[in-house]
């Protein structure tokens, strides 16, 4: 099975994926999207065996979407978040922007071209979202295929700083990696968004359960 992770960032999704594949007896390729050199770098050495591009993720749908069995896109979620809102509104430096409307382009994509099963990860906006999704815990996903309402997933609250930045650091278990961070990007505003693993692995075991399903029941067709 291939699987396409879009935005990959440092695969907070993507951590449990080969238990998955073992659970099931299914072989899996990862190719991981990531623009940032330096995310993308710490991304291959905490998964040496994925295939990882630096690459503007939104056009690699586009252009290699067929494939892929599986995509899994986390498109940057600052513009759609409450927080960018209140700082916009607040008395600091922060100025009102345009939200990305990028993820609506590629949950409407994947609906009506992608023929595999796909989940479009985001905030809860500010917004009444403009296409309706699942709302699991402090995020929304959109899917081709029915998610459970427990996906497992208990990642602590946001935390900004010290200490509580390590508290999600060994919780993502990502503490040792990212002592050689060294983007630009905030560290805390980072992690903060990194889809827990429990629940990325529940929605991966859901879509390819269902496609294991649907591949024997096809066979027996024969």
């Known amino acids: 099975m291939k699987i396409l992770n879009l935005y990959a960032c440092l695969g907070g999704n993507r951590y449990k994926w080969d238990e998955v594949a073992e659970e099931l007896g299914?072989?899996?390729?990862v190719t991981a999207v990531e623009l940032d050199p330096e995310l993308a770098r710490m991304y291959q050495e905490r998964f040496p065996n994925d295939k990882v591009i630096v690459a503007d993720a939104h056009q690699y749908l586009l252009d290699h979407y067929k494939e892929f069995g599986f995509i899994w896109s986390s498109p940057p979620c600052?513009?759609?978040?409450r927080m960018?809102?209140?700082q916009a509104k607040g008395t600091g430096n922060h100025k009102p922007v345009f939200p990305d409307i990028k993820l609506y382009e590629e949950i409407i994509f994947l609906k009506h071209y992608f023929s595999g099963k796909y989940c479009v990860e985001n905030v809860i906006p500010y917004y009444e979202p403009?296409?309706?999704a699942k709302k699991r815990g402090r995020h929304l996903y959109w899917t081709n295929f029915n998610l459970p309402n427990d996906l497992n997933g208990k990642v602590p609250p946001s935390a900004w700083g010290q200490p509580g930045l390590g508290i999600l650091e060994r919780y993502h278990e990502i503490d040792i990696i990212m002592k050689d961070y060294k983007a630009e990007k905030?560290?805390?505003s980072m992690i903060n968004?990194?889809?827990?693993?429990?629940a990325?692995?529940?929605?991966?075991?859901t879509a390819l359960g269902i496609m294991r399903k649907q591949d024997i029941k096809q066979t027996e067709l024969f």
Request: proline letters at 7%; glycine letters at 4%; zero cysteines.
């Open 193 to 198: 968004n990194l889809v827990d693993y429990r």
């Open 78 to 81: 600052p513009t759609h978040s």
């Open 26 to 29: 299914i072989t899996i390729e």
């Open 186 to 188: 905030r560290k805390d």
């Open 130 to 132: 403009l296409i309706p």
């Open 84 to 86: 960018k809102l209140n």
């Open 200 to 205: 990325g692995k529940t929605i991966l075991e």
